[in-house]
């Protein structure tokens, strides 16, 4: 089972340099475990904010000799210069991007970096049949759960069905599920084809 775990400092408690530090033990943990990709998600962040922070983790990643790969959440050419200028393994294109797959990966090439990691955010079916004739790595479909707050359901999720669909469509890319995964239903996702598990919560600490 593939592991992605999503980052969010907001969860930890403390100033921003305390919740940056926690975020950067946490990834470490991850690293040591050998979690398959850490999306560094922090879009609240300018460009200029996210790469020390992108370089601490990536830093613990080399020293652990781990196979984890980072990958930054992109939503902007700016931060694909980022990941490119710290030889980031990657990067996580949502919905939103205003950057191509074939762009980032001529930021690459240009650099003369090796093939990056490209995963992509996706919602529905229409999405999955659009994205499986491009050249990623991997899709995040979402979400899969309803989300509930105080026992009332706020946000409802699409199903495992369309879950199963996603992945008949999407193949041979793998398909990570995402939204509401826990460690009790992680496998009805991966009986519905999915090939990994993407979370912010689960995979805490």
């Not at 999306?39 to 990536?58: H, V, Y």
Request: proline residues 5%; charged residues 20%; contains cysteine.
């Amino acid at each position: 089972m593939l592991r992605c775990a999503i980052t969010d400092r907001t969860l930890f408690s403390g100033d921003e340099s305390q919740r940056q530090a926690t975020l950067v033990r946490q990834a470490a943990l991850w690293a040591h475990r050998g979690l398959d990709l850490i999306q560094l998600r922090e879009k609240d962040l300018a460009p200029t904010e996210i790469a020390p922070l992108a370089s601490k983790i990536l830093a613990l990643i080399t020293t652990a000799s781990s196979p984890t790969r980072l990958l930054l959440n992109a939503s902007s050419e700016a931060v694909v210069r980022v990941a490119v200028k710290l030889h980031a393994h990657g990067v996580h294109l949502p919905s939103d991007a205003s950057i191509t797959f074939d762009q980032v990966r001529s930021l690459y090439a240009e650099a003369r970096l090796p093939r990056p990691t490209i995963t992509v955010a996706c919602h529905t079916l229409v999405e999955a049949d659009r994205i499986r004739k491009q050249d990623v790595d991997a899709l995040l479909f979402s979400p899969i759960f309803g989300k509930s707050v105080a026992g009332k359901l706020v946000s409802p999720g699409i199903g495992l069905r369309m879950l199963e669909e996603a992945c008949s469509m999407a193949a041979p890319i793998p398909v990570y599920a995402l939204g509401g995964i826990t460690q009790k239903n992680a496998a009805q996702c991966l009986a519905a084809g999915a090939k990994g598990i993407a979370g912010i919560r689960m995979f805490l600490d």
